[in-house]
Structures are given as C-alpha cells and as structure tokens.
C-alpha cells in the first residue's frame, strides 16, 4: 500500500509502463498511473506501488475508442439486429471501442419517453461496454417538443436523429426539421440527421421493382449519388437558417461533401460523420452473389468517393468515423432473396473500425497517429458532450485505455471475430496492427484476445449539451 498518494482501499489501481501515448494533438512516451476508475497521474518513470503494473513497451496507447452510430439489437421488419447489448459491445471493445452510442427510434404517434423505455428495457444491465443513446425522433409535434428539455437536462441525451428518408416510418418532413432545430437549439442540444432525398429514392424503387430489377446492385442504383448531396445541402442550410448545431451521419460521397465544403464558407460549422466501409469498399460488391451482404443505407459507393473522404478527414471536413453497425445474420438477409427492398439493411463492423482505420489509414500513409485518434475517439466525444472524461488521455480522464501493437498482422473472419453473425463483410482482409489490452473505466476488460469483464460493467453515460463547435 502506497500511503503517501492516500489511496483508497477499495480502489484498484494499475500502472501502465512505458507506452508511446497518441492523443489528437500529442504523440509523448511515459508512464500512466490509474487509481479506481480514472488516471491519476502521466510522467515518466513514476514511482507508485501499483496492484498491477502492465509493460507497454513497443506499443502504442490510444484513448478507447467511440463508435457514435450503431444499432444493436434493433427492432427491424419483424426480426432484431443480430447483436444484442452483450455481444455488440463485447466485441467493441476486442477492437478497441469502448464506448458506443446506439439510437433509439421514436414510434410515429408515441412519445419519445416510450421510445426511451422500450430501449432501456433492451439495454439496461446488459452492456459490456459503456454506452449511450441519440434520441431519433420521428414524429415532431407540440407533444414531443415538450419532451425534448427533459432528454437534454434530466437524461444525458442531447443528440437527436433525423431521417430525411423513409417516409411514412422514420421520415420527419422540412416543417418538422425546422421546428425540432429550433428547439433543440434553445435546449443546448444537436441535431443529426440521415440525409437523403426520401421521395427520390421512394421513386426509383417503385421503378426498378415495377421493371423487375430486384437483384442487391438496384438496392445501389436507387439510390444515387444527387439524393444524397441534395439533401445533405437541404439540411445545412435548414441548420444555418435556424443556427442549430447540425452533425451528418454516414456520410458517402463526393456531392455531400461539396455540400458541406460550401457550407463552411459561410462559417457555418456542418460536423460529418463517415464510416469505416464507405472509406474501404465500394458498390462493385453489390454484382456479387453474396452483394446483400453490403446492402445498407447509403450504399456503398464509387472509388472516387472513397479518395474524397479519406481526403475530407485530413481537410478537418470529415469530424469522425463510425460504423452504422447494424448485423444481420445470412438468414435475415435472404428475407430480401427476391426483392432488395426486403433485405435488412445494415452490415458488421464495431469490432474492426480501430484494426481497420488503423492498418489502410496509418499503417498505410493515408492519415497521421494524432489524425486517426481524432477521428476514431477525441472528435465523438467532443461533439457529442463527453469531453475530456471520453475520449483522452488526461488526467482525471476515464481510464479508457487501448493498448495496441502497431506490427501485429491478422486476418480477418468470421471464424475469429466476436460479433454475432455468421459472415464478415471484411473476410480474409490482412490488417496491420492489433489491439492487446484495454481498460474500460480502469478495469482489464481485454487482455490477448479474452474478455475479462461480464454484461453489467458497462454504464450508461449521460452527455453534456452541446453548441456544434470543437
Ligand atoms: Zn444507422
């Protein structure tokens, strides 16, 4: 027991060796001391008694990773994403994600509180991992605007969800927009939205299904690069005319992009989201015979738009990269055999975002160390109100720590990833880099390859509010 740092009894704590430590903006090697849940002390060669000492030699020390955008298990056309609480930040956190924030999908007529309910009835007690929520709301009116306050002061939610698409389940039309904007603005909140033109893509597949074209590659050619851009500019400018902070999520593509580009130039800060697959894989999948593997909104697209966004995150365009996880199991997705409108949107990633960004992002020269913690960790947690607890390597940060060897090559399959579903969309791609051990909250949660902690450990962390600049 050291007594001169007054540690509590009860409280573990660990002392992490020798690490080069890669923050956003700092790139340093030292030593780490984390007492109960949090670091207490970064410097070199630290004099503590710790209950455990970890030697990080040769390795790399990121904070955990946030992934901002999954759905697990999702209540989705009479059948749930295939990863629930427990497996879906489970395997998060292999990969080196230790936080998530999954949405919670208001019913049209239902108030947002049922909507909360229903979820946590899912969540609660369940996660490995911590975890939080973006409140999707799919039905704005008097009732509902009344709710928004109560999310952003009493619950820690202060992210909305907006779907400019699916019209009639999800779609909110531009009266609602601007309405929801103009209260969560007031409350401190941010609003994120789906961008793609609904009426469009409702349009072309009516017209490819009328026309039987029903095969994966017609999920792709309904919807086209415009209906993105289109509504990607629709929504800056509604969040510039209303002064809302406004973030896009998974964003594609070249148009959308030019969108937001243009945007900036009126000093109006639109934070994008992409994702892993849109920057590593492109719609030549779809002329596959296994193409519903990759069948998810938007889709995949062209090589171009891949260089566009690798280019958007190293202009500061591109704020973060996330993953849209939303696992089907093979069976769910031969639902859609017939008809691509029927195939469960979606595909696997939350375990292999940090692997994945890591090795054809730095390991391959595309993006810096500081970039890739930016992206995969301290943007997330800027934008949605959880810095410096997430997100950092600071002190009196969280101890989320991944320890990660930057020379260990993999393979990737389904017959070693932790996700529950029976394919990878990422199957015998060799990956530079591997995560070793990571804490969650100052607890080993992984540790070469084996899980240490059970569902329970991961809390529910309630977020700031938010003002859409970092
Ligand atoms: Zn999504």
Partial sequence: MNSQHNRSQSQTSILINNGRIITADADYTADIYIEGEIIKAIGK??????????????????????????????????????DNYETGTRAALFGGTTMVIDFILQKQGNSLQSALDDWNSRATGNCVGDYSFHMAVTDFNEETKKEIRHFVEEEGITSFKTFMAYKGALMIDDRQMIGLMEEVKQQGGLVTVHATNGDMIDYLIAKHRAEGKLSPLYHYLSQPEVT??????????????????????HLTCEGALNAVRNATRRNQNVLVETCIQYLLVDASLYEREDGAKWV???????????????????QGLVKVVATDHCPFKWEQKLMG??????????????EHRMELLYSEGVHKGRISLNKYVEVACTNPAKIFGMFPRKGSIGIDSDADIVIFDPNAKHTISSSSHHMNVDYSAYEGWEVTGKVKTVLLRGKVAINENKCILDKGYGQFIKRNKVNGVI
């Avoid at 500019?233 to 999520?249: H, K, L």
């Avoid at 909104?297 to 738009?305: A, I, V």
């Avoid at 017939?338 to 696997?348: E, R, V």
């Fill in 228 to 249: 993105e851009a289109e509504a990607s500019e629709r929504f800056a400018d509604m969040a510039n005319y209303t002064g809302c902070p406004g973030y896009i999520v």
């Fill in 296 to 314: 998810m909104s938007p889709p995949l697209r062209e090589k171009k738009d891949q260089e566009t966004l690798w280019a958007g995150i190293n």
């Fill in 337 to 350: 055999k017939d008809d691509f409108s029927k195939i469960p949107n979606g595909h696997p990633a939350i």
């Fill in 45 to 82: 060669d630290l004099q503590y008694n710790a209950d455990e000492t970890i030697d990080a030699s040769g390795m790399l020390i990121f904070p955990g990773g946030i992934d901002p955008h999954v759905h697990l298990d999702m209540p989705f056309m009479g059948t749930y994403s295939s």
